[in-house]
């Protein structure tokens, strides 16, 4: 190799890059960059066919908010196919978004079933304890199923309780498919047996040093997807599953940091778990975009799909930024029946 007057041996990358450089100067030596000038191929970045560009303009609430999303979002995701009819039941699993999508779907007159838990159920841990229970009969984690009453006591499931494990089994076996919604990833492990709560700990029950908060990782939650489908699998092996993630914000949270940063972390690491699962291309599992309807259609129109003040006990207004506006779940209700249903 050929080393210049005063400068170094020349590395053969480079040698490389002042060839591609060349190579792409040909179509343009001589000619200026002008505004006006048409590129050429060369003058753009590498693309696969088919590529997909983020909405320039996502429009405004003229159009209606269901064309809005039909033409940003759904034309571009992979078709979910005719899953289900009129007579289908659903079971719905998770957060209170889960029981909206229930009630709204009954509006529209589907049928649907909430198999009732506590509100709390809307990590994957709890979800996948109660379906692990609903289906087997147990769980290791049951001594950790704590719940409010309509009441505000707080117990154990099964105290006073009169949900039946085969009654729940039963409804699981005729339903003609499940939506399992999953909103945070914050939660409250016992150090000793490993189990998690389903919400947080009574504060009778909570032992310092024993008692851990943790924000579950991507692996963990990624792993009780996983096993959360393969076990309905063993039990009902072509039962139409779909996941979808809560917009819910969190209403608190236990990191040393601020509960919007918290919330952007667990929705991300929630999100990512799910796309984990979902490259997977496991039979007969679908997912549904709540989560990217109310979160990013939220940040580019002029009225925001959370409810902005709710009345308190008291009568008077109160702002409110951690619920989702009723016309904006029905219009995420009305698109997944327009998709899914016969």
């Known amino acids: 190799m050929t080393d210049s007057p005063g400068q170094g041996p020349r590395l ?21 960059w002008t505004s006006e000038r048409e590129t050429t191929p060369k003058d753009r970045w590498y693309r696969e066919a088919g590529v997909k560009f983020y909405p320039l303009s996502f429009g405004d609430m003229a159009e209606n908010f269901s064309a809005l999303v039909e033409r940003n979002l ?34 529209l007159r589907r049928s649907t079933g909430t198999i009732h838990v506590s509100e709390g159920l809307n990590n994957t841990f709890a979800i ?42 039963s409804e699981m076996m005729s339903a003609h498919g499940f939506i399992f919604t999953f909103g945070m990833t914050e939660i409250w492990r016992d150090s000793e047996t490993g189990g998690v709560f389903w919400r947080g700990i009574p504060q009778v029950v909570f032992q310092a040093g024993r008692h851990k908060f943790e924000n579950s990782s991507f692996e963990e939650n990624r792993d009780n997807l996983l096993e959360l489908y393969h076990l309905i699998r063993q039990h009902r092996p072509d039962v139409p599953i779909i996941f979808t993630v809560s917009p819910v914000t969190l209403s608190a949270t236990f990191r040393n940091d601020a509960a919007v940063i918290s919330d952007c972390i667990s929705k991300s690491t929630l999100r990512t778990a799910v796309d984990s699962v979902m490259r997977r291309n496991l039979p007969g599992l679908y997912y549904w975009p709540s989560f990217e309807i109310v979160r990013w259609f939220g940040a ?22 951690s619920h989702v506006k009723d016309w904006v779940i029905e219009a995420v209700v009305k698109k997944f029946v327009e998709h899914t249903f016969t």
């Open 300 to 321: 580019h129109i002029e009225t925001s799909t959370f409810t902005q003040f709710s009345a308190g006990p008291d009568g008077k207004m109160r702002t409110d930024s």
């Open 74 to 107: 759904l034309a571009d995701m992979a078709p979910i196919p005719k899953l289900f009819n009129s007579k289908s039941i659903l079971l719905t699993f998770g957060s209170c978004f889960a029981d909206n999508i229930r009630k709204y779907m009954a509006a």
């Open 128 to 169: 996948l304890s109660y379906v692990r229970w609903a289906l087997t009969g147990d769980d290791p984690s049951m001594g950790q199923w704590f719940i409010k009453t309509p009441e505000g006591k707080i117990r154990h499931y099964f105290e006073d309780s009169l949900q039946d494990q085969v009654a729940i089994y």
């Open 12 to 32: 053969p990358s480079l040698k490389l890059y002042e060839d591609m450089n060349n190579a792409l100067s040909q179509d343009n030596i001589g000619i200026p």
